[in-house]
């Protein structure tokens, strides 16, 4: 199970890279194993500001849809339009080139409340 210790983790098994008052979001590894096979990723949330823990997006697996909550209130600058025609980005590159969307950060002291990797790691039991 991969969990890179230089990024943040919310409950709800996105990532985070923070870069600066910009962050990057993705799905762990752990959350597109539990998935399978990633068929779509759909976010029409670019350009409108959101607050933590709204649903910015969905992503479409063989099985089931699930919502993308936001870790940080801020606006969402870009999203990963690569993942329109390779959606199994997120499979294979999960912190890579499957990462979902930037967001510039509106409240930076909510960062402290996301987990970092050994408290994520105990709440996936890796």
């Known amino acids: 199970m991969n969990v890179p210790s230089d990024l943040k983790y919310t409950k709800d098994h996105e990532w985070v890279k923070i870069e600066g008052d910009t962050a990057t979001v993705g799905i762990t590894d752990f959350a597109q194993g539990?998935?399978?096979?990633?068929?779509?990723?759909?976010?029409?949330?670019?350009?409108?500001?959101?607050?933590?823990?709204?649903v910015f997006g969905?992503?479409?697996?063989?099985?089931?849809?699930?919502?993308?909550?936001?870790?940080?209130?801020?606006?969402?600058?870009?999203?990963n339009e690569s993942l329109e025609s390779e959606p199994e980005k997120v499979n294979e590159d999960p912190y890579g080139e499957g990462w979902?969307?930037?967001?510039?950060?509106?409240?930076?002291?909510?960062?402290?409340?996301?987990?970092?990797?050994?408290?994520?790691?105990e709440l996936i039991g890796a």
């Open 58 to 79: 969905t992503v479409e697996a063989v099985k089931t849809v699930s919502d993308l909550f936001l870790p940080l209130s801020g606006e969402i600058v870009e999203f």
């Open 34 to 54: 539990e998935l399978g096979d990633i068929v779509y990723v759909e976010v029409e949330t670019v350009d409108e500001t959101l607050d933590k823990d709204e």
């Open 100 to 121: 979902m969307v930037k967001i510039k950060i509106s409240d930076e002291s909510e960062i402290e409340e996301l987990l970092d990797d050994a408290a994520y790691k």
